[in-house]
Structures are given as C-alpha cells and as structure tokens.
C-alpha cells in the first residue's frame, strides 16, 4: 500500500522527463532541417516559395518528385545548370528529410493575417 504511494509521484517524474528530452530532440532536429532548407532559400525562396516567378517553388511538391529530382540532378540525368553541383553535396538521407519538409510545406505560401 504505503509502496504504490511514494512510486506514483517518482513514475510521473520519469515520464515527465522522458517527454521533456524527446521534445527537445525533435526542436534540434527541426532546427537542423530548417538550415538545410535555408541553404536552398537564396534561389528557391524563402522555404521553397519562389518569389518573382523565376524558378519554380519547392514547397508543396511531392516529397518522392523531389528526391528523384534531386538524383537525377545528381546523377547527372536531369539538366541542370546549377543543381547538378549543389545535389551533390547532401547524402540520400538529407536528400530525403529535406525532401519531406518541403512536401510538408502547402503548395500556396500562407499569407500573413493583419487583423
Ligand atoms: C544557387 C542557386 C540554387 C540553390 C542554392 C538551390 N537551387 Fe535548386 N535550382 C536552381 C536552379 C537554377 C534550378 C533549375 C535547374 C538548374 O539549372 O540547375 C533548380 C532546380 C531545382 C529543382 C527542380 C525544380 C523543379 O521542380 O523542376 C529542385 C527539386 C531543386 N532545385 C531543389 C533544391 C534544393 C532542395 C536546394 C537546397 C538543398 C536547392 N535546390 C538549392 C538553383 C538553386
């Protein structure tokens, strides 16, 4: 009786814990995927909306378009002037994340409400 008493409080104290150091790893995570999606911002737009029509947006597009895209440039399948060299310097695995963050991202840049 008197045990279930005092081990209540210490398993909420666990749980707490472990829910406390996933979110922090998930914010590092995310963190991290939003300078790799940054490092595409300067031509592709602020995440993937492309301003000015000259290129055509990242975000929205469809996460497997994107990674096969991404190959291809790699590959050197798909022409490029520029992403042929830039598509090489991330792995499959950044390729991917990336890749899914943009996917994730609406195809239509929400617009900011002013009241
Ligand atoms: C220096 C400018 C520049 C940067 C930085 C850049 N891109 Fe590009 N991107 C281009 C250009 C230009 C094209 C058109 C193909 C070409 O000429 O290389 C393109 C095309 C693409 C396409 C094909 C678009 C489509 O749907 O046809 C994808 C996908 C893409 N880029 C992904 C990325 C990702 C992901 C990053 C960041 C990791 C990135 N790009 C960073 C310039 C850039």
Redesign the pocket.
Known sequence: MTHSIIRQPILVIFSLLASLSFATAVNAQSLQIKQ??A??????GTD?YSEGGG??S?AG?NKD??IK??NE?KTGK???????Q??K??TDEQ?EI??AY?ASLPAVKPVAKTK
């Open positions: 790799w999606a490092s595409c911002a300067a031509c592709h993937g290129l055509v990242l597009q378009e994107l895209k991404m440039y798909r022409e490029a002037t520029i992403m042929h830039l598509s310097g991330y390729i990336i890749s943009f």
